[in-house]
């Protein structure tokens, strides 16, 4: 199995930074091979895509209402993805869950192709 855990969430006020860690683990998951997404959730509101970065980390993918900000990159030797967030706004506000799809090698930006996922972490931004 995979086990997926989100790290680094905080209350932080507006135009503060934060990073968010995803940290890695599965007997049989090799974690170089696959790309990671990051995701969130306000409440009352779907679970969205953030950012992904694939398997070697030669390419990422940002939304729109991140880009510019967030900076997703890797370290395959410690199986973990890190979510560097700057310039935050209380829009930010949400649960922000890592995850991983279930085929190693692809890059998929919908979240209906991740299978993996950890129990998320808290990030709230004051005004």
């Known amino acids: 199995q995979v086990q997926l855990e989100e790290s680094g969430g905080d209350l932080v006020q507006a135009g503060g930074s934060l990073r968010l860690s995803c940290a890695a683990s599965?007997?049989?998951?090799?974690?170089?091979?696959?790309?990671i997404g990051w995701f969130r959730q306000a409440p009352g509101k779907d679970r969205e895509f953030a950012a992904a970065i694939r398997w070697n980390g030669a390419n990422t993918y940002y939304a729109d209402s991140v880009k510019g900000r967030f900076t997703i990159s890797r370290n395959n030797a410690k199986n973990t993805v890190y979510l560097q967030m700057n310039s935050l706004k209380p829009a930010d506000t949400s649960v922000y869950y890592c995850?991983?799809?279930?085929?190693?090698?692809?890059?998929?930006?919908?979240?209906?192709?991740?299978?993996?996922w950890g129990q998320g972490t808290q990030v709230t931004v004051s005004s």
């Open positions: 599965g007997r049989f998951f090799s974690f170089s091979l696959y790309t």
């Open positions: 995850a991983a799809p279930r085929t190693a090698g692809t890059f998929p930006l919908r979240r209906d192709d991740y299978a993996y």
